[in-house]
Structures are given as C-alpha cells and as structure tokens.
C-alpha cells in the first residue's frame, strides 16, 4: 500500500485532502490509492442532505454536524457543488465553512466541484465518500442541490437522505416531487417560523399518500424506475393502509435550523431510519444501489475517456467531427455509432 | 425519410410528440428518424432559460412566448424537469401550461422528463431541440432548473442563455456563481417589486465585475473550463476597461414575470444577442459547442449502453459485479477497467 493510503486509512486530512483533489481531477494515479482503500470502506453511516438552493441546507448541515460531535461521532462532509471552476467558490466556501469546526479533528468538510461536464461529478462524489469512510469517519454527510439528475444519482449513493425545503414556494414542492422524492427518506421543512410551515407540511404528506396510492398500481414506470433505483421502498402492491413494519414512513420534521431549532429530531429521525435499515435487512439493498451506482459511475466516466482519447489521439479528428456537424456536413448519430464500433472492435 | 419524419419535417405536432417520447425513452427506433432530420435542423434561435425553482421562470417562460407570437414567431418549448417517473408530472405539467396556449399551433410545449439516471437527459435534450428545429420553429425555448452539472451541459446547447433569479435569496447568487455564471447571457431578477431587487442587481453586477477580473488572469482552472466549454466569451488577457466591441455584456434586467412587466425587454436583449452573435462571428462558435456537447452525450450514453448490455448478456453478470462490490469482495475501480479493456478489445 501506499504511504498515501496508509496516511488516509491513519485519518490523516491533510493526506486525505490531497487525494481527494487528485480525484476531482479526474488523475489517473488517484485509482491505485483507492483500490487500496476500498475494502476498508463500507462501515460508515452515508446521510445525504438535498434541497433547493436557498431552504438553509448548509445551516442545517452544520448543526447536525454540531449534534453529531456532541454525540461523540467522527464526521466527514462533502458539500457537492456544481462551481464554476473560475470563482474558486469551493475553496473558499470550505474556508468560510469551517470556521464553526477548524480547530475540531473530529470533522472534516470538504467541497466538492464539478471539473468540466460529463458526469464526471457522481464518479468523483462516490470516490471522495469511499475516502471517508477509509478515514474511519462514523457518518458521513453528503450535501448536494437537489434538482439535477447528477445530485439523484448522487442520493442514491446514501442509505438515508434528508429532503429540505422551506414554506412557501409552491415550485419548490414542485421540484421536490420531481424526482427527489423517491428517495427522501426524511422530510424537513426549515425555516419554519415562515407563513405557510403548516401547508408546506400538509402538501409533503398528501404527496406522499399520493406516492402509496401510485405504488398500489403496477404502472410499467414505477416498474422501470424500481429497476433503476435497485431498492424498492415500498411493496408496490400494498395499499397505504396496509402499511407494514418492514416500510419506512419518511416523517417530515419543523426546523428552524439557523436557532438549532428541530436540529436534535432529524438527527433522531436519521437514526431510526439506519435502524430500521439495518433491522429490515435493508441495509444490504441500499450497500448494492450504492455499488452499482458507483461502479456505473466509473465505468461511463472510463469509457468515454477512452473514446475522446482515442478521438484526440488521431491528430484533431474530435475537432473535425465538431466541425463536420456544426456545418450539417455529418450527422452526430451516425459519428457516435461508428466511434462506438470502432471502439467495440479494438 | 420514413412518414414519421416526413410528418415532423411538415410541421405536424403528434408526429414530433410521437418522436419526442422514443427520444426520451432511448428507443433505438428514433435513431434512424433523428438522422434524417439532421439535416434540415440549425436554422432556429435557440435559448435556454434557467434559474432554481421558485424564481418563476415558467411564468416567464410563458410571457416569452406570447410575445414572440405577437411577433409573428413559431415557438417550441421544452421544459427539462429532472421528474419522478410515478408522478407523471411532465406530463401533467403539459397539460397546465398549455393552457393559455392551447389554441395556438404555432406553440409547441413539451417537458422532458428523465427516464432512469446515467445522463441520458442531456442526449435527450439535444434530440428535442433538434426535432423542434427540424419542424421549422423560428425559436426554441429551452427551460432547466439551472444547478445540476446536466443543466449546465443543457445551456451551452443554447445559443443565448437567460438565468433568472429573485431578490433576496443570498444562497441562490451563491448557486447562480456556481457554475452557470459563466454560460449567462442575460440575467433577469424577476419578482423585482420584492425587497432586495436593486442589491441583488448590484451583486450580479459585481460578479459580473470579478468574471472580467479573474478572466485577466491566465488561471489553469480558467483555461480548463474554457477547454470544455468550446466557446470562450471573454478574451482572457484583456482587463474590464479594454472591453471591446466584439465583447457581449450580459444586461441585467429587472422583472415582474406574473404582471408581464420587463418582457419586452427581455425579448429585445434576446434579440441584440443573437444579432451581436450573428455580426462577431460567435454564431459559428456557438454552433461547434453545441454539436460537441450533442456529440459527446450520444457517445456517452451509446458507450454505456453497449457496456451494460454486455454485462446483461452474460447473464446476470451485472448483479453479480454489483454483489462482489457491495460485499466488498472486488473493487469497483478493478472492475470498471476491465470491463472497459474487454470492450476495446472487442
């Protein structure tokens, strides 16, 4: 092993720091060090954090944070962060971030930017997770914007995920019902000394009936998604009344994360959930979602490194094919399935 | 050209919703239509629309399309919403917001929802902003939630990108510095009779200020970013003072969407955009970023696609790799390169 990994797996953050920053860039040499790392990973609490931007998530991050460590608990954060690359925002929010806890061992926050497009910010987000949990952090926070397709994949890398949101914007229900909601484990409504708490409160619960009224019917989408996602929450058969103990009822819990308000009863709520997961046997179902995310992270990441290599390689060809439909001269369907080919041959 | 296209190429609405949902299904059917249409595709105005939920840019949405149609334009919109699939929300979506448009076939809206996770919505996007073109629309509306990695790979396949914000939501500047500052070409705080509108226009401007600043510099993270984006907007050597005519500044306008106040002169910053791109020769830049981001997401997701179809092939091979990873038996990383090797190698 590495003395670098041997570093990390010491929970040395400097260490820890250096490789993480090596696999948001995407470096080649990182994958070694996490080969070494990975079977000593798995025995952390993996909580994702979600809502819009503007619901308090950060603040709400940072109490559970608080609360943990009075528990006694190590902790690790990532706050996943769409930044530009120019405004050097995650360095800086990391700056500003852990002032509450710089002089705390016991924490480590770190953010995490996207490089680039192309997906590749779930394959770093699960690599810097794996590096946490070899650093031997008892929880590890996950804090993402909850609307992209990236930032659900991203959840799905979790075995609980809080949904935050605050009253009063009727879009951001919205939102949330689109697609977050299916895997929100618990609710919270933040800022909830806001007009309209209640309402909010009322309008998660009626989406969520609304979620066991659709799952009773065998829809070809629920099916489809059930195949996606690796690990049903519910029996898609059984009617809400019939709800049993091997279910998970997400609850949706009253913050005011700003004042610590509420704080105590989602780190409760989290608990549970890791229990019941465990007691349900569930725990292994959420482990397998988590690896197959992964490894389908990596492995989309790793082969169209391979076909924009192989593109760039050949002197300019990635331009010229750029170029070619830019101008209507090729069709880009016809261009991504000869490259794919090619490539399938060798 | 089979019917279908013909049908889509004519203008007809069923044939091109026909379409639309084996695009976003990833129907392999829709392969052979997309090519045919390619062709006669590139000739609309295509602008995305962003901004986080509750910023009502769907409302704004709406007020951009009444008045391109008193214009005497043709409209397409696509509303991207990452939705859960059991909801059924794009699709009820469509029906509400058709409403006020309902009548008027010279308006065609579709929300695209995400079917499973992997990136497919970017493809999926870049095939619907095709078919609307290939049906003759003078412009495309492209609306995304604008904070994942997807949204922003979804903007740089827009020739003019509108961000919208409101007043007051310190943490949604926060997001908008967060990565697709750099893809706006107009900004709009909309809601601007709420407290706050003029801080919040001074914020953009003073980011907009430290985007000039930091482009000065000859930053590595700069160059990168610009190596994706293909299509730099800023020289970098050149300070703020010394912008020059081929420079576009990006206005800051400010909005009441719901009461229609400001529209006009969104329109009308739209309209100076394209024809500042039109004169600088950016058009053409344009052009090439938005067939290279097409491009690599059909690559992208065609690459995966033939990996994981392997792996189902060999019979339950994939269950089997995600088991020996959760179980921690084998490593993800060990695994993703062989099966990469195993598919160059044909």
């Given at each position: 092993m590495s003395?670098?990994?041997?570093?990390?797996?010491?929970?040395?953050?400097?260490?820890?720091?250096?490789?993480?920053?090596?696999?948001?860039?995407g470096e080649p040499s990182a994958v070694a060090d996490l080969q070494a790392l990975f079977p000593r990973t798995g025995r952390s609490a993996v909580v994702g954090i979600t809502g819009s931007p503007g619901t308090g998530k950060s603040t709400l991050t940072d109490r559970l944070v608080a609360g943990l460590r009075k528990e006694g608990r190590s902790v690790g954060v990532l706050a996943v962060d769409p930044t530009s690359p120019f405004t050097g925002g995650a360095i800086l929010g990391d700056r500003i971030r852990m002032q509450d806890h710089a002089t705390d061992p016991g924490v480590f926050i770190r953010s995490l930017a996207t490089r680039g497009a192309l997906g590749g910010l779930s394959r770093a987000t699960g690599d810097c997770i794996r590096i946490l949990e070899a650093m031997g952090r008892d929880v590890v926070l996950v804090?993402?914007?909850?609307?992209?397709?990236?930032?659900?994949?991203?959840?799905?890398?979790?075995?609980?995920?809080?949904?935050?949101?605050?009253?009063?914007?009727?879009?951001?229900?919205?939102?949330?019902?689109?697609?977050?909601?299916?895997?929100?484990?618990?609710?919270?409504?933040?800022?909830?000394?806001?007009?309209?708490?209640?309402?909010?409160?009322?309008?998660?619960?009626?989406?969520?009936e609304l979620r066991h009224a659709v799952r009773a019917l065998p829809v070809e989408h629920d099916a489809r998604h059930r195949a996606v996602r690796g690990a049903p929450k519910a029996a898609p058969a059984r009617p809400p009344e019939a709800v049993g103990p091997a279910e998970?009822?997400?609850?949706?819990?009253?913050?005011?994360?700003?004042?610590?308000?509420?704080?105590?009863?989602?780190?409760?709520?989290?608990?549970?959930?890791?229990?019941?997961?465990?007691?349900s046997g569930q725990r292994a179902v959420r482990d397998r979602a988590r690896a197959r995310m992964q490894f389908v992270a990596l492995l989309r990441e790793r082969l169209l490194k391979e076909a924009l290599g192989r593109l760039e390689r050949e002197r300019g060809r990635l331009e010229e094919v750029v170029e070619a439909i830019a101008a209507h001269r090729a069709d880009p369907y016809a261009l991504a399935e000869e490259l794919a080919l090619q490539i399938a041959e060798g």
């Open positions: 003395e670098l990994a041997d570093r990390v797996l010491a929970g040395d953050i400097r260490a820890a720091s250096r490789l993480m920053r090596r696999v948001e860039d804090e993402t914007v909850g609307v992209g397709q990236d930032e659900i994949d991203i959840a799905q890398m979790a075995h609980t995920t809080v949904v935050v949101t605050v009253p009063g914007m009727g879009d951001d229900i919205q939102a949330i019902k689109a697609g977050i909601l299916e895997v929100a484990d618990v609710f919270v409504v933040n800022k909830s000394d806001f007009e309209g708490a209640d309402r909010t409160v009322r309008e998660l619960r009626q989406m969520l998970w009822e997400p609850p949706i819990l009253k913050t005011i994360a700003a004042r610590g308000q509420g704080v105590a009863e989602v780190l409760a709520a989290v608990e549970r959930h890791r229990a019941f997961l465990e007691s």
